[in-house]
């Protein structure tokens, strides 16, 4: 049963970092692109940042490019979002987001249960 | 960026059918895919994937739900409509970075 399970989430002030993580099960983490995608509250979901199987390649929106940063160790099964500059308009739950298929980044095939990060002094 | 536009909400009785609707503002189709996916998410829990490539059903999902569609028009049809799906279904396209999706379609009972 594939689980991803996401920690790290809190109350922080605005300028503050704070470094998410996602610890995966129940697949070979290493062949398969990860993502996270968060929700602000009573909002809809927006992706943050995708990661190929080795780390090589990262994409982000405009919105977080610069600021964020998507990385993962496949030997830990663990994926990971560094947040700098925070902002208050990335008060959101933050999902951490299995892709699909192997080796392909389009749907998003699981999800975990989320992690709250609030931007607020 | 690629818009996908999508009712707010959609009232439907039980045991009818739910047809919801995503447009996106380019062509997400490409070498005969399209790149239009499918979520459910119900209140205080994460999505959950339903269809993949505009019409292929995820592992687990009932066959009530279909997906249709190509281009920039595409159809998620629930049929018949339990009570179980009342919820927010969201579309979102792969075609192009970012990925993006629907502002989401609340469905609910009339």
């Known amino acids: 049963e594939v689980q991803l399970v996401e920690s790290g989430g809190g109350l922080v002030q605005p300028g503050r970092s704070l470094k998410l993580s996602c610890a995966a099960s129940?697949?070979?983490?290493?062949?398969?692109?990860m993502a996270w995608v968060r929700q602000a509250p009573k909002k809809g979901l927006e992706w943050v940042a995708t990661?190929?199987?080795?780390?090589?390649?990262?994409y982000y929106p405009d919105s977080v490019k610069g600021r964020f940063t998507i990385s993962r160790d496949n030997a830990k099964s663990s994926l990971y979002l560094q947040m700098n500059s925070l902002k208050s308009e990335d008060t959101a739950t933050y999902y951490c987001?299995?892709?699909?298929?192997?080796?392909?980044?389009?749907?998003?095939?699981?999800w975990g249960q989320g992690t709250l990060v609030t931007v607020s002094s | 960026d690629i818009v996908l536009t999508q009712s707010p909400a959609l009232a439907v009785s039980l045991e009818q059918r739910a047809t919801i609707s995503c447009k996106t503002s380019?062509?997400?189709?490409?070498?005969?895919?399209?790149?239009m996916h499918w979520y459910q998410q119900k209140p205080g829990q994460q999505p959950k994937l339903l269809i993949y490539?505009?019409?292929n059903l995820a592992s687990g999902i009932p066959a009530r739900f279909s997906g249709s569609g190509s281009g920039t028009d595409f159809t998620l049809t629930i049929d018949p409509v339990e009570a179980d799906d009342i919820a927010t279904y969201y579309c979102?396209?792969?075609?192009?970075?970012?990925?993006?999706f629907g502002g989401g379609t609340k469905l609910e009972l009339k």
């Open positions: 129940g697949f070979t983490f290493s062949n398969y692109y």
């Open positions: 990661i190929s199987t080795s780390g090589s390649r990262t």
């Open positions: 380019q062509n997400v189709d490409n070498y005969g895919i399209s790149y």
């Open positions: 987001a299995r892709q699909g298929a192997a080796i392909a980044a389009h749907w998003f095939a699981y």
């Open positions: 979102q396209q792969s075609k192009d970075y970012p990925r993006t």
């Open positions: 490539e505009g019409s």
